[in-house]
């Protein structure tokens, strides 16, 4: 079973700050990236981190969001910064179980972020 612990959400407002983790049961667990979901719409894209630490953002988080990877912890961290209320969302880690041979998509339980203004 799969194991993807989220951590760090909370209520912030305007301009505030989070860190965001997501640890990882297995190092046969790969994080890939951060998701997020507000009410009534699509989950998103946050960013990625691969496993060499390269990233990529989401156009309406670059320059406020960074992804960081801690091998060494199985965590992968999203630090998000100058947050607006249009961050407000359900934010989910995503993961690839490489335990079986067979790769599979995983996904944390979420965590929620609410920015007032």
């Known amino acids: 079973q799969v194991q993807l612990v989220e951590s760090g959400g909370g209520l912030v407002q305007t301009g505030g700050s989070l860190r965001l983790s997501c640890v990882a049961s297995?190092?046969?667990?790969?994080?890939k990236g951060w998701y997020r979901q507000a009410p009534g719409k699509q989950r998103e894209l946050v960013a990625t981190?691969?496993?060499?630490?390269?990233?990529t953002y989401a156009d309406s988080v670059k320059g406020r969001f960074t992804i960081s990877r801690d091998s060494a912890k199985n965590t992968v961290y999203l630090q998000m910064n100058g947050l607006k209320s249009e961050d407000t969302a359900v934010y989910y880690c995503?993961?690839?179980?490489?335990?079986?041979?067979?790769?599979?998509?995983?996904w944390g339980q979420g965590t929620q972020v609410t920015v007032s203004s």
């Open positions: 981190v691969a496993i060499d630490g390269s990233t």
């Open positions: 297995s190092v046969n667990i790969r994080v």
């Open positions: 995503n993961a690839v179980d490489y335990r079986s041979g067979t790769p599979s998509m995983s």
